[in-house]
């Protein structure tokens, strides 16, 4: 028994956040004020996902923790020790198993279950601040529905680039009805929103909570013209072989070497594990995994 | 043909100024005043200077107030209408050539001659055509055409006037000294632009110090000493 | 036919203090009305209660409205006032970075209000983001560049382009050639002046500067401490003003 409080939160403020997190499935897409707490880590790693995740754990979940799809980064593997002390839960690499996944950056590209809760962690909460500096007039905006203004970046995006520059962090229209930012996961990932998981965000700093109820319509905004598309480089893995994943690239040398990877971890290990080898990929060995 | 229907028909004018900053004194400077203008008639305002000459012309266009009385021209009573009205009588039915050219600066000459058109929908190639020809016939040299009038001499300045003035064919127009300033071929040019302003059937009121000019056009002179108030001594 | 815009009895006050009062006039459709008076005459209060930037205390703002004839706009709800302001309404600021996004691209700034109503064809958006920087004199090869780097002429044409592009009926102006230079003045009053003919535009215009209600205006409002001393035809108010104020307000003018 350690001596936090399960989940590190009191249980008065982990009700709290969960009224914010059903009021925010309530109105998917609509961001939710709440009393974000000051987290033993800094902004920017996370606390608002943290504290999301920390309402949300009970004993028996199987906690997964992802930072631009890796299970193996320091953000990831502090957020996974974290709750390993405080909540003493079960942990994972392996999202089929995964109960509760809290990722910075990505979704995973294996599919979610019904069985499943993702909870990102989001910088800025707010998709017109780009453009809108006050508060004040982007919540009228959103009460109003008044959204010509996203559109104004992304003609902006058109005008200087030739097509919609933005790749990450791309913005959605909830429902036909709230404009949201998915926190900055690749556009790529922009299709998997509608999914069978519930999809908690978490903004720490700004202090607020929004969500995606089960199979929520998500829309990625853009022209007649110039179509939302889910791009992504135009690779295989050179690991595993996979087409149809989200890459990283890896420069490996200073001659001008550089292999693409699955950013998603699990996803390479077990498409490895089934046999599947890539341009640069060696045979899959469990004692190396 | 001439219409015993006046276009302009004045009754019982009287017209003071109060100087509100100089002890509210009360300055008379018409009362009385009669006038009955009809389509085809020129008529003349008479009277030394400071008669009223100009001030009688400046409440026909409703540039000043009448204390009392009417100024009909066509149906509106300029003395009583709403500005939207004297607006849209002064757009489509009464002209007003004044002494000064009082324009937006570094506007094109065309443009400023054309603008009356345009005001009425004229589409704007037809406007700067009809500008064009005017200009050419009062003998702006072309090249000036692009040019803002504001740098003009005296003379082109009172000519782009009148060329703007008759732009549009006004059934009433008031002509404040039209031919000052112009030389003989112009002045003729002039002459018979106030000609076939009549013909066509405009009801002309004038100031004239051209005697000669007076004598050609005018059917009528009225003299407007005569509604000129009694000054107290 | 009906005034586009008819004003009741409005008032506004700061504290004790009288902002405006008992200010009422009909506007018709394509009157260009200017609003004169000194510093704290309270004719920004009005033109601000006029266009909804300022609740004001009493008094009626009655529009023709495109669907529902005429309403009051004040007491309308928030999201249909709103939604005039950007379309049959437009607001001309004072200076042009009030009026104007600085960190968007001159195009994107004449584009917004198109999005704001609707648009989403980026190549018909630019196409008339084109169009209307050529209306108002600004080359189509600016189309891409931000605002900061335009002179303060070009940044005011660019913001009557932002304004005039969705084809409002009623344009309010503050200002609208304060500060800048006298010649960049004129070329503005011009195109102003055909904008208003051209489109049909009513306008509402409040100045301190005779010389461009004499220009610009068929109608003139004089007010003084807050309330309408004298009202009437441009020229009239200005050639023969009736009352002390405007009397004074005229003879002040300093003659070139």
Known sequence: MSDYNFAYLDEQTKRMIRRAILKALAIPGYQVPFASREMPMPYGWGTGGVQVSAACLTPNDTLKVIDQGADDTTNAVSIRKFFEKTAQVATTEETARASLIQTRHRIPEEPLTEDQILVYQVPIPEPLRFLEPSEVETRKMHALEEYGLMHVKLYEDISQHGAIATAYAYPVKVEGRYVMDPSPIPKFDNPKLSMAAIQLFGAGREQRIYALPPYTQVVSLDFEDHPFEASKADHDCDLCGAADSYLDEVITDDAGGRMFVCSDTDYCRARRAAGHIGAQGAPYEEATA | ?233 | ?256
């Open chain 3, 1 to 256: 036919m009906t005034p586009l815009l008819q004003v009741r009895d409005l008032a506004k006050f700061y504290g004790p203090r009288r902002g405006c009062e008992g200010v009422s006039f009909d506007l018709w459709p394509g009157e260009v009305m200017g609003i004169v008076g000194e510093s704290g005459s309270g004719k920004s209060t009005l033109l601000s209660c006029l266009a909804g930037h300022l609740p004001p205390d009493r008094g009626e703002v009655i529009f023709d409205t495109h669907g529902h004839g005429p309403r009051d706009t004040l007491t309308m709800s928030e999201p249909e006032r709103r939604m005039l302001m950007r379309t049959d309404w437009a607001f001309v600021h004072q200076h042009a970075r009030d009026g104007l996004r600085m960190g968007v691209s001159a195009g994107g700034n004449v584009g917004e209000r198109l999005m704001a109503v609707g648009a989403r064809h980026y190549g018909h958006i630019r196409e008339q983001a084109i169009d209307w920087l050529g209306r108002v004199e600004i080359a189509a090869d600016r189309v891409d560049d931000k605002p900061q780097a335009f002179s303060g002429g070009m940044q005011q044409r660019l913001q009557i382009a932002r304004n005039l592009v969705t084809g409002p009926r009623l344009v309010f102006m503050d200002e609208p050639t304060g500060g800048l230079d006298v010649s960049v003045q004129a070329r503005l009053l011009d195109l102003l002046r055909g904008l208003v003919r051209e489109m049909g535009l009513s306008a509402i215009i409040v100045t301190h500067d005779l010389a461009v209600v004499r220009l610009l205006a068929d109608r003139l409002m004089v007010m003084k401490d807050g309330r309408v001393v004298e009202d009437g035809l441009t020229d009239q108010v200005l050639d023969d003003p009736q009352h002390g104020y405007t009397q004074l307000l005229v003879s002040s003018v300093l003659q070139v």
């Open chain 2, 1 to 233: 043909m001439k219409g015993t229907q006046a276009m302009i028909e004045i009754e019982n004018l009287s017209k003071s100024f109060t100087l509100h900053n100089q002890g509210g004194a009360v300055i008379p400077v018409m009362a009385g005043a009669h006038l009955h203008v009809g389509p085809g008639d020129c008529v003349a305002l008479t009277g030394s200077s400071g008669a009223g000459k100009s001030t009688l012309m400046r409440m026909i266009y409703g540039n000043y107030r009448a204390n009392t009385g009417r100024i009909l021209v066509g149906e509106t009573d300029v003395a009583r209408a709403a500005p939207r009205d004297i607006i849209q009588l002064r757009r489509h039915t009464l002209g007003y050539v004044s002494q000064f050219l009082r324009v937006v600066p570094r506007v094109p000459t065309r443009d400023v001659v054309a603008e009356p058109l345009m005001i009425l929908g004229t589409p704007r190639e037809a406007a700067l055509a009809r500008a064009e020809a005017l200009l050419a016939r009062l003998n702006i040299p072309e090249r000036l055409w692009s040019l803002s009038p504001t740098t003009f001499s005296g003379g082109e300045q009172q000519r782009v006037n009148i060329a703007r003035g008759f732009a549009h064919d006004f059934p009433a127009l008031l002509l404040d000294e039209p031919t000052a300033s112009l030389d003989a071929t112009n002045r003729e040019v002039v002459l018979t632009l106030i000609e076939e302003a009549k013909a066509r059937g405009a009801a002309i009121v004038g100031i004239f110090h051209d005697e000669a000019a007076r004598a050609r056009l005018c059917d009528r002179e009225v003299d407007v000493t005569a509604f000129t108030p009694a000054r107290a001594a």
